[in-house]
């Protein structure tokens, strides 16, 4: 089985910078994904991390540790549309390279 | 991009009918998609992988004749809830795997809230 940690909820200010972090156990580490869900909607995708290191895009960066089973989603500049549960998910080859999903991180923005 | 289409996005049903959930790769051929199923502040449970032409897989706990899925063809899949109870009552995401630069990303369509009464 696969265990993913996430912080439940986390609150910022609007133009702050938030971390939401990631652990995570797996046999068969094939990926670590990010995904963004509104309320009511379904999961848009972010980032995705196979080897370790930081993947910048824009506002939003993610890094990954391998050996540490660790992973960070990174919001700069944060703004009020960026209110939404962060989604942390990983793909285990001897899961046969389903995505298992994390309970969500909700992130509030505040003005 | 890629776009999955999910229909419908709400719908009410009686307590022992079936209800049918329809996803669609609108640009791409997907020969796997995905079923999930999401409570409330929860995070998303995979319900059963899709593949073309072949059975469903489920996962464990879910029930292949409650929950049925068929992948008829390359671009559709489709799942019915059978014999519905106020308990299925959820919200339930299908997904598809496109090929992007190597990494496989997974392409949510919008979502069907069942309620069930």
């Known amino acids: 089985g696969q265990n993913i940690d996430q912080p439940t909820e986390m609150t910022a200010t609007e133009g702050a910078i938030v971390q939401i972090n990631c652990t995570y156990q797996?046999?068969?580490?094939?990926?670590l994904f990010w995904y963004q869900q509104h309320a009511g909607e379904a999961p848009t995708f972010l980032s995705y991390n196979v080897l370790d290191g930081l993947e910048e895009k824009g506002r939003f960066s993610s890094f990954l540790s391998r050996s540490k089973g660790y992973s960070y989603l990174l919001l700069k500049e944060l703004q009020m549309k960026d209110s939404a549960s962060y989604l942390c998910a990983v793909r285990d080859i001897a899961a046969g390279n389903k995505l298992t999903f994390g309970g969500g991180t909700r992130v509030l923005v505040k003005p | 991009g890629a776009v999955v289409s999910q229909h419908p996005s709400r719908v009410i049903c009686k307590s022992g009918t079936s209800v049918k959930i329809e996803c669609r790769s609108l640009?791409?051929?997907?020969?796997?998609m995905f079923w999930y199923r999401q409570f409330p502040k929860q995070s998303l449970m995979l319900m059963a992988t899709?593949?073309?032409?072949?059975?469903?897989?489920?996962e464990q706990g879910v029930e292949k004749d409650k929950f049925l899925i068929n992948h008829a063809s390359l671009t559709l899949s489709t799942l019915t809830v059978t014999s519905a109870h106020p308990e299925d009552s959820s919200f339930y995401i299908c997904?598809?795997?496109?090929?992007?630069?190597?990494?496989?990303?997974?392409?949510f369509g919008a979502g069907s809230r069942l309620t069930v009464l």
């Open positions: 899709s593949n073309e032409g072949s059975k469903a897989t489920y």
């Open positions: 997904s598809a795997l496109r090929d992007s630069s190597g990494a496989n990303v997974l392409t």
């Open positions: 797996t046999s068969g580490f094939n990926g």
């Open positions: 640009d791409f051929q997907a020969t796997t």
